[in-house]
């Protein structure tokens, strides 16, 4: 059998409270965050920062809005060097009986935290050590927490994939190999998504185990179908950021996929980020213009509507959402396209 398509299966997925049968997952959104903050942000001594408990009732009011809307699950790829907080997560999934799913994993080098770790491989660092701790974040538990990530997380910049990005995907694919792990990434503007799947699956990793991230972010139905063709899922979790480009094409390039019996392939989210640390986005008004639509629940408030227009199915819609999200994290081999 191809790399492609090997089936060690999974019958549970990590949470951040323990883990769950994959059948429970249900309607799960597969990329959003809680809380994000870029290395520098502590240097930002102007901003006044959110206390853990506003934190708290921010995560708590998104969960509950999502839930209204039959959302059960959500992965919070955030990865290590972006803020993760997995205290955070831990008592929102708890007080809302909501699942989330954290990652592992190391951000893109333009903007994650490749100073301490280049600097660290300057004095006899490997990449050994970060797919150790890869490991040991997806077996044992994230630092003294006691929760367990459920998937890794990679990320490149570009417009070429850095020696530091290569060497933080070979140290993903060695942990995934040695604990079945599956893999998202992300791309920036829907490019590289190509070499990021070549390389992970040269590295071992079965394709059907890796989501390459943003795929909305390109409107090229060649793009998409050659990674279709190598046969990974495409994260169209970008719904609602529309600085980066509008929804209508997004939902064009998914309604192709439909078209061309893709369902099956797809996985759907928003990247919505409910706290920050620091002001990234520095214009308050700018904020509140981008969280009237960049929000868990605006694909099926609005996007959902627009792909039915356009001939989506319900089974197709259904699919993306619920059981896409259950094979990935299953393992399960792909279906047939159609």
């Excluded at 803020?83 to 799913?101: C, H, K, P, Q, Y």
């Excluded at 929000?295 to 996007?303: A, G, Q, S, V, Y």
Aim: glycine share 10%.
């Amino acid at each position: 059998m191809s790399n492609s398509q090997q089936t060690t299966t999974q019958t549970t997925v990590q949470t951040v409270t323990g883990p769950i049968d994959v059948n429970d997952l249900g309607r799960t959104l597969m990329h959003e965050h809680l809380f994000v903050t870029y290395p520098g942000a502590e240097s930002d001594t102007l901003n006044k920062p959110m206390n853990h408990a506003e934190r708290l009732d921010v995560c708590v009011d998104k969960i509950e809005q999502m839930k209204a809307h039959g959302v059960n699950s959500m992965l919070d790829p955030c990865p290590n060097d972006l803020g993760r907080d997995v205290g955070l997560m831990t008592e929102v999934a708890s007080r809302t009986g909501f699942n989330i799913i954290c990652a592992t994993g190391l951000y893109k080098e333009d903007q994650g935290g490749g100073a301490y770790w280049k600097f660290r491989a300057e004095l006899g660092g490997s990449p050994d050590d970060i797919t150790e701790m890869y490991v040991k974040e997806l077996t044992e538990g994230i630092g003294d927490t006691g929760v367990r990530a459920g998937i890794i997380k990679v990320a490149t910049g570009q417009p070429a994939i850095s020696e530091y990005e290569h060497m933080l995907l070979l140290a993903a694919a060695a942990a995934s190999v040695e604990t079945g792990a599956p893999i998202t990434t992300h791309t920036d503007t829907g490019v590289l998504g190509d070499q990021q799947q070549r390389i992970l699956t040269e590295a071992g990793v079965p394709a059907h185990r890796i989501i390459i991230g943003h795929s909305c972010g390109s409107d090229d139905f060649g793009y998409h179908m050659g990674l279709v063709e190598g046969g990974s899922y495409l994260g169209f979790d970008r719904f609602g950021i529309a600085i980066l480009q509008p929804d209508e094409l997004r939902v064009a390039s998914l309604l192709r996929l439909l078209e061309a019996g893709c369902a099956s392939r797809v996985v759907i989210s928003h990247d919505s980020v409910w706290c920050w640390g620091g002001s990234p986005i520095p214009d308050p008004e700018a904020v509140a213009a981008m969280l009237e639509v960049w929000t868990p629940t605006h694909f099926i408030e609005r996007i959902v509507p627009m792909l039915k227009e356009g001939g989506a199915t319900d089974e197709q819609i259904s699919m993306m959402l619920n059981e896409n999200p259950r094979r990935f994290f299953s393992g399960e081999a792909l279906p047939a396209l159609g």
